[in-house]
């Protein structure tokens, strides 16, 4: 099975402020996707930004880009000028075999005025 | 356009009832996936469709879980017997897949309590 490791369980930051939430995983895949999710208290599940591993270049999607080092396995998400919106818990998703996803257990992020 | 649609929304059930879980993915979307979120075991992929295909349901916790999906535009997961550790939120996502995994899109979620 593939594994996922989110080691911030929760964080906070003041509104305005930068956090970045960290993740690393293990694939044997090669050519791969990664996600980054959201989930508010609605529970709906967001996608927040896709970054495709064969790419050298990082994601970046208005307040919300990634840091990602392949050959580490690391995948972290950074926001910039945190919102009160964006409160949620965070869940990175790199792939599985296939076209599956597998979900880390999600960092709680608390964004305080 | 419409998102992923789930329904119902919530349900609650006494344990030993079935229960019927329901999911129409997005137009022309031709991949689905189930999958059940709770606060100990997080995020769990159950069973996943291409092209209407079963392809991995090594997710399926036991044989009281059936699924299926007899159209492009339909899924259903079904319990029967329900237990009360079945108590969790359902989700059901999909989307276009050509080769490596592609984006997936959820539904707002299906909170099933089993008393």
């Known amino acids: 099975a593939q594994t996922v490791t989110q080691s911030q369980p929760e964080m906070s930051v003041q509104e305005a402020e930068t956090v970045t939430l960290s993740c690393t995983y293990d694939?044997?895949?090669?050519?791969?996707?990664l996600f980054w999710y959201k989930q508010p208290p609605s529970r709906q599940m967001i996608l927040v930004i896709r970054?495709?591993?064969?790419?050298?270049q990082n994601a970046t999607e208005n307040r919300f880009s990634v840091n990602f080092q392949k050959a580490a396995k690391s995948f972290s998400l950074k926001i910039s000028d945190s919102q009160l919106g964006d409160t949620a818990m965070y869940f990175c998703?790199?792939?599985?075999?296939?076209?599956?996803?597998?979900f880390g257990g999600g960092t709680r992020l608390m964004v305080k005025p | 356009d419409a998102g992923v649609i789930q329904s119902p929304r919530h349900e609650v059930t006494e344990m030993g009832q079935e229960v019927t879980l329901r999911c129409k993915p997005i137009?022309?979307?031709?991949?689905l996936f189930w999958y059940r979120q709770t606060m100990m075991r997080g995020l769990e992929l159950l069973i996943y469709?291409?092209?209407?295909?079963?392809?991995?349901d090594s997710g399926m916790p036991e044989d009281r879980f059936s699924a299926k999906m007899p159209n492009a535009s339909f899924s259903t997961l079904k319990i029967q017997p329900s237990e009360p550790r079945d108590s969790a939120v359902y989700f059901c996502?999909?989307?276009?897949?050509?080769?490596?995994?592609?984006?997936?899109?959820f539904g707002p979620g299906t909170r099933l309590t089993v008393l």
């Open positions: 996502a999909s989307s276009f897949t050509s080769g490596s995994s592609d984006t997936q899109y």
């Open positions: 694939t044997s895949e090669n050519n791969y996707y």
């Open positions: 970054q495709e591993a064969y790419k050298q």
């Open positions: 998703a790199p792939p599985n075999a296939g076209n599956m996803l597998t």
């Open positions: 137009s022309g979307h031709n991949s």
């Open positions: 469709f291409n092209n209407n295909v079963p392809i991995d």
